[in-house]
Protein backbone atom coordinates (compact mmCIF):
# COMPACT_ATOMS: atom_id res chain seq x y z
CA UNK A 1 0.00 0.00 0.00
CA UNK A 2 3.05 2.14 -0.55
CA UNK A 3 1.96 3.84 -3.39
CA UNK A 4 -1.81 4.73 -2.71
CA UNK A 5 -0.13 6.57 0.79
CA UNK A 6 1.27 9.00 -2.31
CA UNK A 7 -2.20 9.20 -3.78
CA UNK A 8 -3.69 12.08 -2.04
CA UNK A 9 -6.00 13.40 -4.92
CA UNK A 10 -7.64 11.57 -8.17
CA UNK A 11 -5.53 13.70 -10.13
CA UNK A 12 -2.39 11.72 -9.15
CA UNK A 13 -4.03 8.47 -10.56
CA UNK A 14 -1.81 7.31 -13.43
CA UNK A 15 -5.47 5.81 -14.79
CA UNK A 16 -7.01 9.25 -14.59
CA UNK A 17 -4.11 11.29 -16.12
CA UNK A 18 -4.40 9.20 -18.66
CA UNK A 19 -8.26 8.96 -19.75
CA UNK A 20 -8.21 13.00 -18.99
CA UNK A 21 -5.68 13.03 -21.87
CA UNK A 22 -7.97 10.69 -23.88
CA UNK A 23 -10.80 13.04 -23.04
CA UNK A 24 -8.73 16.16 -24.57
CA UNK A 25 -7.76 14.06 -27.59
CA UNK A 26 -10.81 13.43 -28.62
CA UNK A 27 -12.10 16.73 -29.01
CA UNK A 28 -9.22 17.82 -30.35
CA UNK A 29 -10.31 14.69 -33.13
CA UNK A 30 -13.74 15.40 -33.14
CA UNK A 31 -13.34 19.10 -33.69
CA UNK A 32 -12.45 18.44 -36.97
CA UNK A 33 -15.81 16.29 -37.80
CA UNK A 34 -18.40 17.31 -40.44
CA UNK A 35 -21.00 20.03 -38.13
CA UNK A 36 -23.63 18.03 -39.33
CA UNK A 37 -22.53 15.26 -37.08
CA UNK A 38 -22.52 17.90 -33.89
CA UNK A 39 -25.37 16.18 -32.53
CA UNK A 40 -24.46 12.71 -33.82
CA UNK A 41 -21.52 10.83 -33.15
CA UNK A 42 -19.83 13.66 -32.01
CA UNK A 43 -21.59 14.07 -29.06
CA UNK A 44 -21.41 10.72 -28.39
CA UNK A 45 -17.47 10.22 -28.78
CA UNK A 46 -17.14 13.16 -26.36
CA UNK A 47 -19.70 11.74 -23.85
CA UNK A 48 -18.06 8.66 -23.73
CA UNK A 49 -14.79 10.25 -23.33
CA UNK A 50 -15.46 12.55 -20.93
CA UNK A 51 -17.17 9.91 -18.61
CA UNK A 52 -14.13 7.62 -17.68
CA UNK A 53 -11.50 10.11 -15.98
CA UNK A 54 -15.71 11.42 -14.48
CA UNK A 55 -16.29 7.91 -13.26
CA UNK A 56 -12.94 7.62 -11.85
CA UNK A 57 -12.82 10.59 -10.09
CA UNK A 58 -16.52 9.82 -8.90
CA UNK A 59 -15.39 6.46 -7.40
CA UNK A 60 -12.19 7.52 -6.05
CA UNK A 61 -14.04 10.20 -3.51
CA UNK A 62 -16.24 7.40 -2.86
CA UNK A 63 -13.41 4.98 -1.89
Partial sequence: MKDMDKVK???DLIVWQKAYQL????????????????YGITLQMR??????????????RRQ
Fill in 47 to 60: KSAVSIPSNIAEGY
Fill in 23 to 38: ALLVYKITANFPKSEI
Fill in 9 to 11: DFK
